[in-house]
Nanobody
Framework: QVQLVESGGGLVQAGGSLRLSCAAS????????MGWFRQAPSKEREFVAS????????LYGNSMKGRVTVSRDKSENTVYLQMNSLKPEETAVYYC????????????????????WGQGTQVTVSS
């Protein structure tokens, strides 16, 4: 089992920045990739970014590309999501996810790939 806890959400003005954190615990040695998703009210959960745990290979969704950076600190078992130039329509709950499948390499954008999810952290962008 892998447990994930997100933090760093809050209220920010449009154009501002936030850095989200996702602390992993449990069988973290078996994690192959991590992902960040977000879900706004009445909308489907949307892919934001993914990173492979060992090599640090990244993948970004189109909606935030160029304004977001995903990184990880293996010594702290933590993944980060730096978000810049935030927009009001990006108000959502942001979720961290982990996948342990070692049968293939690379980051992943599909929700179905991920086995473990955090409880989410609310990000509210005011206009």
């Amino acid at each position: 089992q892998v447990q994930l806890v997100e933090s760093g959400g809050g209220l920010v003005q449009a154009g501002g920045s936030l850095r989200l954190s996702c602390a992993a615990s449990g069988r973290t040695f078996s994690v192959n990739r991590m992902g960040w998703f977000r879900q706004a009210p009445s909308k489907e959960r949307e892919f934001v970014a993914s990173i492979t745990w060992n090599a640090g290979i990244t993948l970004y969704g189109n909606s935030m590309k160029g304004r977001v950076t995903v990184s990880r600190d293996k010594s702290e078992n933590t993944v980060y999501l730096q978000m810049n130039s935030l927009k009001p329509e990006e108000t959502a709950v942001y979720y961290c996810a982990a996948d342990r499948d070692m049968s293939w390499r690379g980051p992943a954008s599909s929700r179905g790939v991920y086995d473990y999810w955090g409880q989410g952290t609310q990000v509210t962008v005011s206009s």
